[in-house]
């Protein structure tokens, strides 16, 4: 088969890792950072939750083959996508944020700026607008043409997982161990539900008791919300300021009131301690480490070849023939 030299040349030029730059869409779409922190900032008004949720994308985007906007697609009749993996299963929410930020940055400036950019900046702007550290992001990835179920299950962790486990799994994304605890600060904003603790109220590693780092008084509320044969949809809040990005979620791990059990044990274990009690006592050495862990995971890529795409829950479809007569490579 002869493969015209012009799909070659796009196969190089969008294979491999993208060079990702701050103010990389300065010159082709220079209101593209600003149109997104106002369209988050409205959606924040209609629901304050939607910025954790938002944040929240960031981190189950780039885990999985880098950030690459995978977990933004819907799964279609021949892929099973990550939407419906382990750990996002009735769990991720707010894509219709992301939608409208997507809509509302094509309106300005069509077929620029991805959607892998998009979960990036707007991971960045529900932090700030929460009273968390502002800092630039680095942009001009692409979106990916696939996603993969399998692998989300395959590599996010359970609510269960304990310290050591994590510490390994976060290595393996040359993020340290710092960064580990300072990225679990993420849940200074947002809620989890009863599903995701009801093992560890009741039936810690099978003992048929509650993990006894939970706070006594704190373990009587959470049961209250959480009972034996509850609704396991029922949330709670993450930290004692669930729409405030600051280091309270640090005390609490410190008094025993970590929600989940990879919370709480970021306390118990040893070699992460020292991380949560600095952070508990500078919230400003919170907030530079967070920034810098925020800034390496974003940084994650897989390789891959991608797109812009149009709409981010589809790849784009194949191009029409008048969108081909005007497609510049044809020139070649
Ligand atoms: C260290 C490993 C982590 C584990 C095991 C974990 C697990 C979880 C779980 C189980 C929930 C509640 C989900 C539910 O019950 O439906 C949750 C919520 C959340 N996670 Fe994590 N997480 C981790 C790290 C992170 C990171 C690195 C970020 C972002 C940088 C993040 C951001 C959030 C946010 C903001 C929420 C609240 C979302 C909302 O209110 O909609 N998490 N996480």
């Given at each position: 088969?002869?493969?015209?030299?012009?799909?070659?040349?796009?196969?190089f030029?969008?294979?491999?890792?993208?060079?990702?730059?701050?103010?990389?869409?300065?010159?082709?779409?220079p209101?593209?950072?600003?149109?997104?922190?106002?369209v988050?900032?409205?959606?924040?008004?209609?629901?304050?939750?939607?910025?954790?949720?938002?944040?929240?994308?960031?981190?189950?985007?780039?885990?999985?083959?880098?950030?690459?906007?995978?977990?933004?697609?819907?799964?279609?009749?021949?892929?099973l996508?990550?939407?419906?993996?382990?750990?996002?299963?009735?769990?991720?929410?707010?894509?219709?944020?992301?939608?409208?930020?997507?809509?509302?940055?094509?309106?300005?400036?069509?077929?620029?700026?991805?959607?892998?950019?998009?979960?990036?900046?707007?991971?960045?702007?529900?932090?700030?607008?929460?009273g968390?550290?502002?800092?630039?992001?680095?942009?001009g990835?692409?979106?990916?043409?696939?996603?993969?179920?399998?692998?989300?299950?395959?590599?996010?962790?359970?609510?269960?997982?304990?310290?050591?486990?994590?510490?390994?799994?976060f290595?393996?994304?040359?993020?340290?161990?710092?960064?580990?605890?300072?990225?679990?600060?993420?849940?200074?904003?947002?809620?989890?539900r009863?599903?995701?603790?009801?093992?560890?109220?009741?039936?810690?590693?099978?003992?048929g008791k509650?993990?006894?780092?939970?706070?006594?008084?704190?373990?009587?509320?959470?049961?209250?919300?959480?009972?034996?044969?509850?609704?396991?949809?029922?949330?709670?809040?993450?930290?004692?300021?669930?729409?405030?990005?600051?280091?309270?979620?640090?005390?609490?791990?410190?008094?025993?009131?970590?929600?989940?059990?990879?919370?709480?044990t970021?306390?118990?274990?040893?070699?992460?301690?020292?991380?949560?009690?600095?952070?508990?006592?500078?919230?400003?050495?919170?907030?530079?480490?967070f920034?810098?862990?925020?800034?390496?995971?974003?940084?994650?890529?897989?390789?891959?070849?991608?797109?812009?795409?149009?709409?981010?829950?589809?790849?784009n479809?194949?191009?029409?023939?008048?969108?081909?007569?005007?497609?510049?490579?044809?020139?070649?």
């Amino acid at each position: 088969m002869i493969i015209p030299i012009f799909s070659l040349l796009f196969l190089f030029l969008t294979t491999g890792e993208a060079q990702l730059v701050p103010g990389f869409y300065a010159s082709t779409c220079p209101k593209a950072e600003s149109t997104v922190r106002e369209v988050l900032h409205k959606a924040m008004i209609n629901e304050t939750r939607s910025a954790a949720s938002v944040m929240r994308l960031q981190f189950h985007d780039c885990f999985v083959n880098g950030c690459d906007g995978s977990l933004l697609l819907d799964d279609t009749p021949t892929m099973l996508g990550e939407k419906l993996a382990l750990s996002n299963i009735n769990s991720l929410r707010s894509f219709e944020v992301i939608d409208e930020i997507k809509t509302a940055v094509e309106n300005i400036c069509p077929g620029v700026v991805s959607c892998a950019d998009v979960v990036v900046m707007a991971a960045r702007d529900a932090v700030a607008l929460s009273g968390g550290p502002d800092w630039e992001v680095r942009l001009g990835r692409k979106d990916s043409l696939t996603a993969s179920q399998e692998d989300s299950d395959a590599i996010m962790p359970s609510p269960r997982a304990n310290a050591s486990a994590l510490i390994d799994l976060f290595a393996k994304f040359n993020l340290s161990t710092e960064d580990l605890v300072a990225l679990s600060g993420s849940h200074s904003i947002g809620k989890g539900r009863c599903f995701s603790i009801t093992f560890r109220l009741y039936n810690q590693s099978g003992t048929g008791k509650p993990d006894p780092a939970i706070d006594p008084r704190y373990r009587m509320e959470l049961d209250k919300l959480c009972p034996v044969g509850g609704d396991e949809n029922v949330t709670g809040n993450l930290d004692a300021t669930p729409i405030l990005f600051d280091n309270q979620y640090f005390k609490d791990l410190v008094a025993g009131k970590g929600f989940l059990n990879s919370d709480e044990t970021l306390y118990t274990f040893e070699e992460t301690r020292k991380w949560v009690v600095k952070y508990s006592e500078d919230q400003g050495a919170f907030f530079d480490a967070f920034v810098k862990g925020m800034l390496k995971m974003g940084d994650l890529q897989s390789g891959r070849p991608g797109e812009v795409r149009t709409n981010c829950r589809v790849v784009n479809g194949p191009k029409t023939p008048m969108e081909l007569v005007s497609d510049p490579w044809l020139a070649f």
